[in-house]
């Protein structure tokens, strides 16, 4: 569903001379329904990679293939049109503060052309879906952390994506808001079919909620698997990574 080959991203140096080397030669594959993670520390280049993926960033080299299509390839006109088919949920949300959840919910509708009933109804069933139907009319303002991750989850389901990305989606969250958002990740995956890419500095995360993940460091990926191999293969970075530290 998702497919990497070698994939560099260098950006000019922020203020300075010189550059930096975010993605350095990234190969990956994500399986149709797999919920797959994307695990390293901070400016390991994570976010880099997630935008890599739906084209928000154009890779220096190498190719990005979404369900098919080969993104790399494509015009900018047809890239905009392929990237409706992938939603993206991040870390604060990036909610219309005034608009309601509704109105949140409706806006990638509306871009779209979408009719008024016709989003109202839609609408209202991503609400459901996520477990806020009873908060449509509510603003960003009066929601707690875990609500606006919520509603951003239904705004990125609005258009009926085949691949969901979520970058650090649960990094601003409590714990017991961490949980509630990763089990509905699971369950809008399970339900829709949906193919998940999750990125996140936290293992707990991973070990939570995906079938496989890559470790980055320094924009490379060092290890990976499907998780019930990594954990079990001796002397794997990221299967040490994920198992608790020794007291
Ligand atoms: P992560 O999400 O893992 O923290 P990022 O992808 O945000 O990592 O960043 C990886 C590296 O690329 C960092 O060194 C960061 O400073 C650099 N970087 C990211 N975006 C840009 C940009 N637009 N311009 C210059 N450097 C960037
Ligand atoms: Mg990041």
Redesign the pocket.
């Known amino acids: 569903m998702i497919e990497l080959k070698d994939v560099r991203k260098v ?4 203020g300075q001379a010189g550059e ?1 080397v ?2 350095d030669g990234v190969s990956l594959a994500v399986d149709r329904g797999e919920f797959a993670g994307v695990v ?10 997630v935008r890599l993926v739906n084209l928000l960033e154009r890779p220096t080299s190498g190719s990005v293939t979404v369900d098919g299509q080969l993104l790399t390839e494509l015009p900018d006109e047809q890239v905009r049109q392929a990237r409706r088919s992938i939603g993206m949920v991040f870390q604060h949300f990036e909610l219309l503060d005034s608009r309601t959840a509704a109105g949140n919910v409706e806006h990638p509708l509306e871009l779209s052309g979408v009719g008024r009933a016709e989003r109202r109804r839609r609408a209202g069933e991503l609400l459901d879906l996520v477990g806020l139907g009873d908060r449509a009319g509510a603003r960003p303002a009066q929601l707690s952390g875990g609500q606006k991750q919520r509603v951003a989850i239904a705004r990125a389901l609005a258009v009926r994506p085949t691949v969901l990305l979520c ?2 989606a649960t990094s601003a969250l409590d714990q017991a808001s961490t949980t509630g958002v990763l089990e509905l990740l699971r369950r809008v995956r399970d339900e829709l079919g949906l193919t998940v890419l999750l ?1 996140t ?1 936290e293992m707990s995360v991973v070990k939570a909620v995906c079938d496989s993940a890559v470790l ?1 460091d320094r ?1 490379r990926v060092v290890d990976g698997g499907r998780l019930a191999d990594v954990l079990t293969r001796p002397g794997s970075p990221l299967g040490d990574a994920l198992l608790p530290a020794p007291v």
């Open positions: 950006f000019p140096a922020r930096v975010a993605v390293g520390p901070s400016g390991s280049g994570k976010s880099t990679l970058d650090e990125i500095h980055l924009g």
